[in-house]
Each structure stands twice: as structure tokens, then as C-alpha cells.
């Protein structure tokens, strides 16, 4: 008996999706059990790049939810809703759910993972972080067995897009960011991307699972590239360092596993000589570190309809081999002796992992500030951070920008919170002008 898939939404992935399976020469040879027995989508006259029979095409998405015959419901339509109401009803059907889709888990995971094993049903997120790049499985597989310190990931491609051309060719963000809108890099409404939003979903999932707890979303300090210019990004070049917008999920204290998480999204000064720094254009990397394994990177693209179909049919396969090892067990076992979910593939935590406060986090720090070109100001600085026990790395005055002294500073470890009221303290001095920049440095 086959794997029955009823797949919600024909656009780019689903496209991507049902090409992979028609196209099965060379391939698992388990993806000959698997058929598309429903596909529901929003116009049935729409011309397609694949052909289906006309009996798979449905504009009733609940009724593909609802068939009793559909074994595996694959959502990717995107968004929030109906998805979200979708994925549930699905569970609660008693269907395993296939997901692309990283807002809504990220958003409303805890409800979707408790109905999913309140039904014993599984839900599968490959997709939803990194495209193609296979790192959602390893992390609840392969690196289980390891204490996770810290996952680092360049997570979205538009972003690093826009930075890699402006670091390349010392564009203006606004000039590079139409350009990418224009061939299809960026959205039309590229918030999401540019603020970081996008990103902050993604490090919620990845926190979640190389962590063991589950995270609110809005405990995830985010900030996007906005504001980089590429006065920065030159400046970075010169002192040694790219600017990445990174999500950073890490341990406060890595030996102590009830220590608090940092969780954050932002613009960030990478050295040269790091893994991270080389990444470039569209391309996503996730840098894991733990004990014992060390330093893992997982490479490749993150977005396109061949890199994610990629994701989601090797859940769908991961998923048609437990149902057909489930069928032959219950053709042999009575109804009580058949186990559970398998822990490895199901969401096994309930509790809320602990956030620690921006304030609280240890870092470097990049900040730019025009000043009245006045005797002692760099001495001014200098005394403001002391008193706030910031020690100072590098100091130096770059230039003029017209009547301005421009003073680039980067700092040694320090608590956020001392920073800021260091800051607080120099923007009342008579000499500063402004502080145009203010990144942190990994």
C-alpha cells in the first residue's frame, strides 16, 4: 500500500515538490510508494509548470485535511493563515504534517508540536531554516548526543545579498536593495528580510531544537541592516572584519546547561579568517559548537524551488519510511504492544527555554561617531568608556566628513549594559556631534 501526500500550495516550492517526486529515476527508490493524491491550490485555471491529473487539483484545502485517505498533508503555502489552522486540523486528524513554513512554526509552534503529539503524528521542518541545506534533522539527530555552546547561521539569502554587493562594489543599501527587488533577490515589501524578522524566526527554530526548550519569539532581540552604510563596511575591511547580519542562538555559561540563552539577530563585525566571513551572495551557513564534536558548518543554498523542494521530500520520505515500518508492525503486533512516537523525530520538549537580557550580553562593539574637531575629545571618549569598565581595543580618528573629525572605536569584551551607559554618557558630551554606527563585533 502506498504513501497518499495531500500537498497545500502550487507555487514555487510546491512546484519544486512535485517535480522531485515525478522525477524519480536516480533516486531513493521509496519514492516510488510515495503518490500526489491531492494538490490543492487557489485558481484550478492557472497555467503550471507541472502536469497533474485534473482530479488531483482541488481549490478545498479542508477537504484535502479531512480525506481520510491522505497520509501526509505537506503545507506550503506560506504565511500564517489558514496555514496554521490547516497544520492543525491535519494533526488533529491524525495525519503527519510536512512544513516549509518558518513564520508559522516559529510563531505558533508550541501549539503545533502539542497537537502533534497529543495525535502521535509527526512534524517535519527541514525546509523551514537554510532551504536545501540539511541541518534541522542533524540537529535532532546526529549532534543530540553533543552540548550545544552555540549556533551561528547567515540565515537569509537577501540579506547577505545586499551586503556581500555593497562590501564588493561600495554601493549605497538603497541602490543594491532595488536592484536585488529588480531580479527577484528581494520582495517588493522586503521588510521581513532587511529587518531582520526572517531571520529571528529561523534562530528561534534552530534555538529550540540544538537547546531543548521551546522560545518565544519575541524574546528574540532583532535588528536588521537598515542602517549599515558603506562607510562601515569599508571601515570594517580596513580593521579586519566583514559586516554579516548573524543569528546568534548561544549558551550564556556553555558548561553549565541550565545557564540562560542569548538570542539574537543583528548586524555584526566578523573576522576575516572566520568560516562565516566567506559566505557570500545568496548562500546560507549554519556554524554549530559543542562538546565534544567542535566546530560543524552546514553550507549551501537557502532559498530556490530545487534547494527546498530538496528539504521537503526528504521529510516526506523520512516520513513514508515510518509509516511502512508502522504498517508492518501492526500487521504483527496486537494494538498495545505498538510503541510510541520516536523521539528522535518528535518535538520532545515542553518547558520554555530561560532568555537572558541584552543588557547582560557579552560582546565586542564597532561604533562610529562625529564629533566638533576639538583637542581631547578621543581623551573624553576614552575617559566616559573607563568609567564604565569599557576597555578600548583600537581608537583612532579616520577623517573628516566636512567640518566633522570621524573617530572609529572597537572595544574588548564587554557587558552591553555597560556599554550603553557609557554611550549615554559621550552623547551629552559638547563635542559629539552624533554616533551614526554602532554594530557588534563577533
Known sequence: ?????????????????????????????????????????RSLDKPRAVQ??????????????????????????????????????????????????KAAIARFGAEIFTTANQSGVYV??????????????????????????????????????????????????????????????AEADPTADIDGLDAADKIAILASLGFGGRINLKDVYTEGIRQVSKTDIAYAEKLGFVIKLLAIAKRITPSSP???????????????????????GVYNAILVEGEPIGQVMFFGPGAGAGATASAVTSDILNLAATLKTQRVT??????????????????????????????????RFYARFLTNDQPGVIGKLGTCFGNYGVSLESIVQTGFQGELAEIVVVTHDVPEGNFRQALAEIENLEAIESIPSLLRVL
Not at 9 to 33: A, F, Y
Not at 263 to 276: C, D, K
Not at 330 to 352: F, M, R, V, W
Request: charged share 15%; with cysteine.
Open 330 to 363: 501492526t500487521e504483527k503486533l496486537d494494538q498495545s504492544q505498538i510503541g510510541s512516537l520516536n523521539p528522535l523525530l518528535a518535538c520532545g520538549h515542553d518547558e520554555y527555554s530561560q532568555i537572558a537580557p541584552m543588557a547582560e550580553l557579552i560582546t
Open 52 to 101: 497533474l491529473p485534473t482530479d488531483v487539483l482541488t481549490t478545498d484545502l479542508e477537504a484535502i485535511v479531512n480525506d481520510p485517505a491522505v497520509d501526509i498533508i505537506v503545507e506550503v503555502i506560506g504565511g500564517l493563515e489558514p496555514a496554521r489552522s490547516l497544520i492543525l486540523k491535519a494533526l488533529s486528524n491524525g495525519k503527519h504534517v510536512v512544513t516549509a513554513n
Open 124 to 185: 517535519m521542518l527541514e525546509a523551514a531554516v537554510g532551504g536545501g541545506i540539511p541541518v534541522i534533522q542533524p540537529l535532532k539527530q546526529s549532534l543530540s548526543v553533543n552540548r550545544i555552546h552555540t549556533v551561528t547561521g547567515i540565515v537569509n539569502g537577501t540579506t547577505n545579498y545586499i551586503l556581500t554587493r555593497m562590501q564588493t562594489e561600495g554601493s549605497n543599501f538603497s541602490d543594491v536593495l532595488a536592484d536585488a527587488q529588480r531580479l527577484g533577490y
Open 258 to 280: 541550565s545557564s540562560p540563552l542569548s538570542l539574537r539577530v543583528h548586524p555584526t563585525l566578523v573576522p576575516q579568517a572566520h568560516p562565516l566571513a566567506s559566505i557570500n
Open 1 to 41: 500500500m502506498g504513501v497518499k501526500l495531500g500537498i497545500l500550495g502550487l507555487g514555487t516550492v510546491g512546484t519544486g515538490t512535485v517535480q522531485l517526486l515525478q522525477d524519480k529515476t536516480g533516486r531513493h527508490p521509496l519514492l516510488q510508494e510515495i503518490e500526489i493524491y491531492r494538490v490543492g491550490v
